[in-house]
């Protein structure tokens, strides 16, 4: 089955049960300053969920475009590493409004995965947050699940992010107890079943997540009941197809295929001589170019802060796996027409905005490829060095020079050293980020007095805006 009929499949499939097709909404969220990018299904319907708004309907069901690269549910890290992250990815939910709850939500999932889908049911698993009995007991009792493959698990609700079974949109807003779904891609995979010590490996992947919302979390952290009981689901596009097409990873899965195919080409004729086609840095091309295209679609541009500056850094973390593979000429931009292709006929802003992506793609790459290469020397000089010394952490300074002379995001040179086992003294960054910050200050003061002094009038020093990297959540301070 392609990605394009499980999608379509699954929509239809809960359209039968009495919910309606509801389209995605934006990756940028329109009204909601808590959010970066839009990290889940739930999140255009968070006001619905909250009992500040009503929809003429109580089940709604989409395909959902969703951004994981800032703020919480950050996976840009884990791009080309694993086998199912991406930092844009489609999330397939089905939605309870006060409605149906946990009964009917794990009963559905189960009907579409074993019956629709026709999922092998030993190969399927499923967790349920530690004290959650009635979870416990319909995967059990009532859908027959053995359970030994049942894993209760807990959560750490206080913490900033808290963890499985416990789900949260953000550090506020709708979250409740929740039931994951897992497939077992079998023995020649490396890992663990889910709860296991080595559950991080790419054997056991959780596919569909079931949260049963239950409360709405507030800055001071206190959980408070929502006006009725609700169900919010999310399954991964990608990985369902991986386990349907019969492959280990999402990369293997059609629309991959064919995108790794036009990233290969792309670096291939821009200096990359045929470089190796099952290349880590091939992957995370063909992810970063879906999160890059969708974002640019939906309004963002490459800048320096906020959404811009998440932008701006997958892009170049883009280029920089291009440069490692022996591109030396913009590449990136041409890898539009492919995801059009892919992805134009679900998605037809892609096809609407083709010609405006590509453009602003290749400003970009232009850009960065006038300082990637003395950048890279420099970083590369840094590391023999650190190697020749037996050293395994980069120096602040170094880091802080490469973002502020060569425009290389604090990630980037992070992902480079963990290739070599290094890691980036972030504190040393910050330290350096903020010694330049003051000192533009004062030379923004000393401007500004002798602005005033010849032109008589008061001068505004509009100065500039500098970054500070906080979990990727990206601050602007302005000099004044
Ligand atoms: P994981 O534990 O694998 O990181 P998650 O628990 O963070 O996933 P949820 O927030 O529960 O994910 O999201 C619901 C579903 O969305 C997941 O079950 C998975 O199928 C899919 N999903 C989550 N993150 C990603 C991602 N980065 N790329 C692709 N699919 C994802
Ligand atoms: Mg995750
Ligand atoms: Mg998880
Ligand atoms: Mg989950």
Redesign the pocket.
Known sequence: MKAAEIRQTFLKFFESKGHTIVPSSPVVPGDDPTLLFTNAGMNQFKDVFLGFDKRPYTRATTAQKCIRAGGKHNDLENVGYTARHHTFFEMLGNFSFGDYFKRDALKYAWELLTEHFKLPKDKLWATVYAEDDEAYDIWVKEIGLPAERVVRIGDNKGARYAS?NFWMMGDTGPCGPCS?IFYDHGPEVAGGPPGSPDADGDRYI?IW?NVFMQFNRTEDGQMHPLPKPSVDTGMGLERIAAVLQGVHSNYEIDLFVNLLAAAKQAVDVAGAKDCDPASPSLKVIADHIRACSFTVADGVIPGNEGRGYVLRRICRRAIRHGYKLGARAPFFHRLVPALVKEMGEAYPELRQQQERITDVLKQEEERFFQTIANGMEILESALATLAQAGKSELDGETAFKLHDTYGFPLDLTADVCRERGVTVDAAGFDAAMARQREQARAAGKFKMAQGLEYAGVPTTFHGYDKLVHEQCQVVAVYVD
Do not use: P
Request: charged share 75%; proline share 0%; aromatic share 0%.
């Open positions: 499985d994951e959780e997540n």
